[in-house]
């Protein structure tokens, strides 16, 4: 059985464990304290300005083309959230979607493009199937540039919009599902029970459509009064049902009103912030935190669980009846304007919201605004509870000039840690360790200047919308400067083998909204980052991590050459043996795992 590294793996982390002892380049530096950050007083620019990183590298960046380009700030054209499907990354914009080959990371290509407006344009993938979210009124069924004026017209889509993508160089598009506040973003929930089908929960946040021009629509004054009657669009959202056969005849199966007062019967039965309230900062909140539809979910299905970031409250649901979710807990925060997104570690058993205070077209990463603003709030997930347990914000303090708070990221597969990598908009990304949710710790980051195109000395519009991790590399949908690749570099934080362990975890799609169980497979890079930990945190001795590394490099070669599994095995025996690490340990069940392969 021969497990030797891929050629592919091996010039990489070779290649930058090399940079790493030649030194820093000037814009490059360590994992650094605030009082020394060299993110701070970056230089201005737009396509030409540096980068600042810490233990990643910017691979390549290709800026918007037609039909897709804009000046910064123009909301037409902006990029918005990522997909992935084989060697593809799909990246939303309000102007439709881009296709792009990252069959090679470090040199991507624009496959295609196709243009449908309506914004915001989020996307996900599921087979042949593409998915996006429309909720602008200018969003024509037909994907037509020419607008739909007008209360009511009937060649307007709002909703979600769905594409046969078989042929991914010539899309088509099927009859989507449109909704009464049209889908700022959706989540794709599949059910182990049932794979003919899968289910999309919609959240919609913009204005109720009139019924004249969607039946059974019904607008509904926000209040602090418990609404019980009618059946208003508020407070609810939709689950949308896709027969796999038929996607053309996807619909609404279920609109779930999962912010009921269970006591009352009070549809808004959550929270309900009235505009004027005031933030901590001593301005009105902005967005609102009132709890009348759900921003974003995500869903994790092999565990039956979902946690929404629904504007007021952060939500704990129950889906193993996907059509049906149950509320399993609701918790606030007044230091949170927006519940926006949230993240599951792989095990399930933590969860990482984010606050979009400003509604991400703000500079919230001031030296004035509190680290708890506009920040990630971490709990555990404990008895079917959310219990809080710290927050996490972007270090490094950003200007006036850019629109910074936390966005969109997804986890970086680690085996033995938790480890997300995050979008701030113009406070650039940052890697995140959060294994201990009490102590979350930034590991990695790449930040630029403010951008000062079209207005030398205002905000313009730009930063990253999204960063996500897959097959090996992070992707990053940059709202004014394109879509970017990035690669992890080993550092006293994360190893070359850690790096190359995540890589292991190859997928054939990706969306961030629809976690998947991330397991490892046996192999010596796996053994070598659980090593790799093991000395950082001083649980072998010395003699023990030199051993070790000893015998596991000799399995690895005597792998590599085809020896006998025979001899194979008695290295990692004497790996084992010689580690001293204790029976149950990740070090010792790796090791046991991958001589298994050479039984």
């Not at 030194?23 to 396509?47: H, K, Q």
């Not at 470090?106 to 087979?127: E, H, I, K």
């Not at 010539?170 to 059910?191: E, F, I, W």
């Not at 969306?511 to 890079?525: G, V």
Request: aromatic share 8%; with cysteine; net charge negative.
């Amino acid at each position: 059985m021969k497990n030797s590294r891929s050629a592919r793996w091996r010039r990489r982390t070779l290649a930058a464990a090399g940079a790493l002892l030649l030194g820093a380049s000037v814009l490059t530096a360590t994992a650094a304290s605030a009082e020394s950050d060299p993110r701070e007083g970056a230089p201005a620019g737009y396509l030409d300005v540096p980068e600042i990183t810490s233990n990643i590298e910017l691979l390549a960046t290709l800026p918007r083309v037609a039909p897709f380009d804009a000046p910064p700030g123009n909301f037409g054209f902006v990029n918005s959230d990522l997909a992935f499907t084989g060697d593809n990354a799909i990246v939303g914009n309000f102007n439709g979607f881009q296709v792009y080959d990252v069959s090679d990371p470090a040199a991507p290509t624009l496959r295609g493009s196709f243009v449908c407006p309506g914004g915001q344009g989020d996307v996900s993938v599921y087979g042949d199937l593409l998915f996006m979210s429309v909720e602008e009124t200018r969003g024509r069924i037909d994907c037509g540039t020419q607008g739909a004026p007008g209360t009511v017209n009937l060649e307007r889509f709002r909703g979600v919009r769905i594409f046969d993508i078989s042929d991914i160089d010539h899309p088509v598009q099927l009859p989507g599902v449109q909704t009464c506040r049209g889908s700022h973003t959706h989540t794709l929930v599949t059910d182990p029970d049932d794979p003919a089908n899968i289910y999309i929960y919609n959240s919609g946040t913009s204005g109720v459509r009139p019924a004249a021009e969607l039946a059974g629509c019904e607008n509904a004054a926000l209040t602090q009064s418990p609404v019980t009657t009618g059946n208003p669009t508020q407070w609810r959202i939709d689950v949308i049902k896709v027969p796999l056969a038929e996607p053309g005849t996807a619909s609404v199966v279920s609109q779930p009103r999962i912010f009921t007062d269970v006591a009352t019967g009070a549809y808004n039965g959550l929270q309900n912030t009235l505009p004027g309230a005031q933030h901590p900062s001593g301005t009105n909140y902005s967005p609102l935190p009132n709890t009348n539809t759900c921003h974003d979910i995500t869903a994790y299905p092999e565990i039956g669980l979902a946690a929404g970031a629904c504007q007021g409250n952060g939500i704990l649901l129950d889906i193993k009846d996907p059509a049906n979710p149950v509320r399993l807990d609701a918790v606030s925060d007044p230091n949170f304007s927006y519940w926006h997104s949230a993240t599951f570690n792989n095990d399930g058993t933590k969860v990482i919201f984010t606050d979009e205070w400003g509604g991400g077209t703000s500079a919230r990463c001031r030296a004035t605004d509190k680290p708890e603003w506009g920040a990630d709030a971490l709990f555990d997930i404990v008895g079917g509870k959310l219990q809080f347990a710290s927050y996490y914000k972007l270090p490094a303090v950003q200007t006036a000039q850019e629109n910074c708070v936390a966005h969109n990221g997804s986890i970086v597969p680690v085996p033995g840690r938790d480890v997300m990598v995050q979008a701030w908009y113009q406070g650039g990304l940052s890697v995140i360790d959060f294994t201990d949710t009490k102590n979350p710790k930034e590991i990695a980051y790449l930040d630029r200047g403010p951008i000062n195109t079209p207005n030398p000395t205002g905000l313009n519009l730009g930063g990253y919308w999204s960063t996500y991790w897959y097959n090996g590399n992070v992707l990053g949908s940059e709202i004014a400067r394109g879509f970017e690749t990035l690669g992890l570099t080993p550092s006293p934080w994360m190893s070359a083998n850690e790096i190359e362990a995540a890589g292991e975890i190859q997928q054939a799609e990706f969306n961030a909204q629809l976690q998947t169980k991330l397991e490892h497979a046996p192999s010596f890079a796996v053994v070598g980052a659980y090593v790799d930990q093991a000395e950082r945190a001083g649980s072998l001795t010395p003699k023990a991590i030199e051993q070790v590394r000893k015998h596991l490099a000799e399995a690895e070669v005597l792998s590599g050459d085809g020896s006998a599994n025979r001899a194979v095995a008695a290295q990692l025996d004497n790996a084992a043996r010689k580690s001293g690490a204790a029976p149950g340990s990740d070090v010792a069940e790796s090791i046991a795992a991958l001589r298994a392969l050479y039984s």
